[in-house]
């Protein structure tokens, strides 16, 4: 299976647009959204089918006995994480701040600290005639990365004999999308024209770069400031990184997402940039494979 | 006032009004804790920079001390240890700096070093001073440099902006910790409003005031409005799309700067959010 993951770096620039676009244009059978801090591709994938979910299970969290608990501060004292608060002599963990690194129970000598399961959030698995694989991390938990990799794990188990699968990502550079970056064949960068916009670009191609994938770069409302858009180009001319080409900003994007659909339904100046911009990628994926 | 400003969603305009606040209120402290991508200097351009470097531990080992008996590689939770013919190896990456594999070797083979994962640079923009935290690329975790940022901004009467980073993930939730007052800025559209839900249940769990500014506002979409008013949440300030805020904003420009209507815009908007806080 051939995996596509879509990135961007600044928040907010299409990611989801773009990919749930190629995902109809490419009718492709395998997809999966790894913005798992901030999920949206189910709301336009179109699944006509219930999903499977199941909790997922990040780390684990200490839990104090407050029965057991004599208050002497060792656990606090030694915890990294600033989980741990002594009030009314008593131990307690913030499950927020908590890691669950095992240090509490470890060093407690009353044996008051047990670790307990945490659910940290949900996995969703779609299938009718395609499989889409998706996941929402609950409120203010760590381990985003974790299940990013569930998340694709599951993708690839449940349609093995896709060719070619299209992944949503999340903005940034930290864990969730170094997790996403992991395995696959080609990383598309959304771009934005603007200051914000081509400094988050350059980050993000640097990480993909630390990390070894193979990355391209096209614009999206390209006419929103052409200058930008052309110092865009100029930075991929310079630096080497395949241009995939511009995306016109177009006000059916919104429209269409307000409905539940894709651009690719539309017939819009957008969907015909898209297109090339798929026919690139795919050259682009097929010169690796020779 | 402690103001934070979060989304949920990316790209929805958290810099964009984080940067006119502080600059509406004349002399203000702002913080830039997206720290994965930090743009709020872009708008800002702080003058007279210092950049400190932000570091964790971790765990080196002795090999003349070790006795390879796996006590740490067992302990640790993250799979950061790894028994490689007979020592641990460490995988930097995934180590969360617990300093448990310290803690449980019977030989006193593990000490601790420093690591940089970051930075944050202070400076001046006119009678602002600008906080970034800028994690290193290739770092996993943002949580130290946020940490860092924060505890740059001593307890005062000025306004403290604390611009968040996406998401409802545990980076958010140390960022708006400190918080007196959250402003959840969202576009209204079905992304907007989904991930809009996502951080009002951030905020509430932690108990957190809040109130909203729709940006890009005046489409046909309604339904953000509906879940504002349904919850309570108090919409502060519609900001209608222009394409000179656009521009303004591309070429890294503040429209409270450059613009008096805008200057008046988030005067009031900052007004209203003293009222709602009760500061």
Redesign the interface.
Known sequence: MKKLLIL??????GK?TVAAAFIDLLNAEAFADCDV??P?LH??AGMNTLPERWDYYG??KAFIDPEKCIGCGVCLD?C??EAVTLRDGICEVNE?AC?????CE??CPQSAVTMRDDVSGEQLLYKDSRVFSTAT?K????N??KLVTEVKKTLVNAAPDSKLAVIDG??????P??ASISGVDLVLIVA??????I??ME?IL??AD??RAKAAVCVNKYD??ME?TKDIEKYCQENKVPFMGRVPFDKQA?AA??E?HSLALVDCSARAALANILKNLRLLLLEDAK | MKLAVLSGKGGTGKTFVSVNLAAAAGSAIYIDCDVEEPNGRIFLRPENLISKTINIKQPVFDSEKCTGCRKCVAFCRFNALVYVKTKPMLFSEVCHSCGGCRLVCPSGAVSETEKPVGNVECGKSGDIRVVTGCMDLGEASGIPVIRAALAEAPDTDDLTVIDCPPGSACSVMESIQAADYCLLVAEPTAFGLHNFKMVYELVSLLHKPCGAVINKAGGKYTELDDFCCEHGVPVLLRIPYSEKLARLGASGQIAALSDSEYAEMFRSLLGDIRREAHV
């Open positions: 961007s770096g600044k928040g907010g620039t989801t801090d901030a949206n709301l336009v780390s684990q030694n990294r994480f927020y890691e669950g690194c095992g240090v470890y060093v991390l409120m203010g938990r760590g985003s990365g999340s903005p940034g550079v930290g864990c999308v170094i934005e024209p603007s200051l914000s916009g400094h988050d980050r640097k990480t630390i990390l929103a400031c930008k919104s997402v307000n539940g």
